[in-house]
């Protein structure tokens, strides 16, 4: 174990204490400057000095490694640092020596470049020397490097720029999102009203005169209008429910669903339906938006059902830790290929033919942009023949 010398206890004559060495004037500056330097090297930043008579620069031995030279490798002057500035700088440069000859102070920031050719941003702090008269004589300098500040500077602005141009599109989006939706709900079920509307008088004044085949062509045509106007009023739901944040409010899910319910009573009537609704919270959500949802998911209970077997659904819900909404809507239909449980949610994707089951393959879509605005999640679980489950989650918000 080693020993270290301890401090005796024990008075010691005056004598045998060691004096402290005499410092030459030479000696205490060569002191001060080594302990500058230190203090320079540590805070990252270097000095100069520059005296009026004329127009050599001092530099400090930090300011040549600084700019990547040996101490005293080369002479510096107002012209070699003028020659090394950004030329877009000098400006600033001229201004800082103008101001520093007639007395003041000086603080700049600007560009130079180093003996590799690298630029590198300069914040320079400059305080006047004054003789015992107090006649300005000189200047003291610091220099900093902050090269990397400016490029976080930088890097901020342009994230700022592409946010605006963003904002931009985003704008623009909204406006041609709101036209569509004017030009879809008028312009365009306008004619496709007056298409059935024609098509319907036809078979009911004209029949007579008409073939059967002639009458198919017209009931196929008017089922085609109505497909497009279904399609129409999904693609009008689905550009209304924007990825901008939703305004939300406190719905009671209970009432939500009962108020489904009541829009599909027929076909709930018509096909003996079984829709059990367990209890349900009151949730801050968008009420236009979650009713949509919730429409959707039992419209397609209600279509996908087995032909032997009524339909049955069932709406569930559960907290999560943490802290997370989790509503569940199950059936047991006719079910998917678990291969498609991300598909189904992509716009116009469908799994069957509109000769099998009439949609416009827009519903889920809604559902995930829906969640997607809630900052949730919207899963579907699948398999052939016995049913689907889709899991909606997302944040609560109080």
């Known amino acids: ?198 098509n319907q008088l036809i078979l009911e004044k004209e029949a007579d005169r008409l073939s059967e085949q002639g009458k198919e062509f017209f009931r196929r045509s008017n089922a085609a209008a109505v497909r497009m106007q279904q399609l129409i009023r999904d693609l009008v739901t689905y550009s209304q429910i924007n990825s901008t944040e939703p305004e939300t409010e406190p719905v009671d899910l209970n009432e939500l669903a009962d108020q489904v319910c009541q829009d599909h009573y027929d076909v709930i009537t018509a096909r003996r339906a079984e829709i059990n609704v367990e209890p349900l919270p009151v949730v801050q959500v968008a009420r236009f938006a979650f009713r949509q949802l919730i429409d959707n998911l039992i419209s397609n209970a209600l279509k996908y059902c087995r032909p032997d077997c009524p339909p049955h659904i069932t709406i569930s819900y559960q907290r999560n830790v943490p802290e997370q909404h989790q509503l569940t809507i199950a059936d047991r239909g006719i079910g998917f290929e678990p291969v498609y449980s991300e598909r189904i949610f992509k716009l116009f994707q469908r799994l069957h033919s509109h000769h099998q089951y009439i949609g416009t393959g827009i519903g889920l879509a809604i559902c995930n942009r829906v969640m997607q605005n809630l900052g949730g999640t919207i899963e579907a679980v699948g398999k052939p023949g016995e049913g689907a489950t889709f899991i909606m989650r997302w944040p609560v918000i109080e």
Do not use: C
Request: net charge negative; proline share 4%.
């Open 1 to 198: 174990m080693p020993v270290f010398p301890q401090k005796s206890t024990a008075s010691a004559d005056q004598s045998t204490v060691p004096a402290e060495p005499e410092l030459t004037l030479r000696e205490k500056l060569l002191l001060r400057e080594a302990q500058l330097s230190q203090a320079q090297r540590m805070a990252g930043m270097a000095s100069w000095e520059w005296y009026f008579g004329g127009t050599e620069i001092r530099w400090s031995p930090e300011m040549y490694r600084f700019w990547g030279y040996q101490p005293d490798e080369v002479s510096v002057d107002l012209d070699s640092v003028a020659k090394s500035t950004h030329v877009d700088d000098l400006p600033i440069l001229e201004t800082a020596v103008s101001r520093l000859l007639q007395g003041d102070d000086v603080e700049m920031e600007y560009r130079r470049y180093d003996r590799l050719g690298r630029e590198i941003y300069i914040y320079t702090n400059g305080q006047i020397i004054r003789n015992e008269a107090g006649e300005a004589i000189g200047v003291f300098g610091i220099d900093m490097d902050i090269t990397r500040r400016k490029q976080q500077e930088q890097h901020l602005l342009d994230l700022n720029r592409q946010l605006e141009e963003k904002n931009q599109k985003l704008e623009q989006l909204v406006a041609e999102s709101s036209a569509f939706t004017y030009i879809a709900s008028h312009d365009l079920q306008e004619p496709l009203r007056k298409i059935k509307s024609f």
